[in-house]
């Protein structure tokens, strides 16, 4: 059974920062890409970042690029979002999912319970 855990999530003043992690279990990690997605109040669910399997290329929805990064740990199973200089549009749930590729969420087959993070101003 594929499970990912999420955590790291909390409130933050405007220009703090948090780290998520991500850590699965069930499948062979290394293997997978995985994504951060998000999901504001009242707001569609939206890629934040994703890190690929195998050469592990990044990629950065366009407002979180320079303020956000995304690794991994294959040995621990865990990725990792490093998200600074955070902003209220910021807040949201966050989760992350694998099975999938690319930007769209419909791909991914599994995901976590996701994570609040609430930035104030």
């Known amino acids: 059974e594929v499970q990912l855990v999420e955590s790291g999530g909390g409130l933050v003043q405007a220009g703090g920062s948090l780290r998520l992690a991500c850590v699965a279990s069930?499948?062979?990690?290394?293997?997978?890409?995985i994504a951060w997605f998000r999901r504001a109040p009242g707001k569609e669910r939206e890629g934040v970042a994703r890190?690929?399997?195998?050469?592990?290329?990044?990629y950065y929805a366009e407002d979180v690029k320079g303020r956000f990064t995304i690794t991994r740990d294959n040995a621990m199973n865990t990725v990792y979002l490093q998200m600074n200089s955070l902003k209220p549009e910021d807040t949201a749930v966050y989760y992350c999912?694998?099975?999938?590729?690319?930007?769209?969420?419909?791909?991914?087959?599994?995901w976590g319970q996701g994570t609040q993070v609430t930035v104030s101003s």
């Open positions: 999912a694998t099975g999938g590729v690319g930007e769209r969420s419909t791909t991914y087959d599994y």
């Open positions: 069930g499948v062979t990690f290394r293997e997978y890409t």
């Open positions: 890190i690929v399997h195998g050469d592990g290329y990044t």
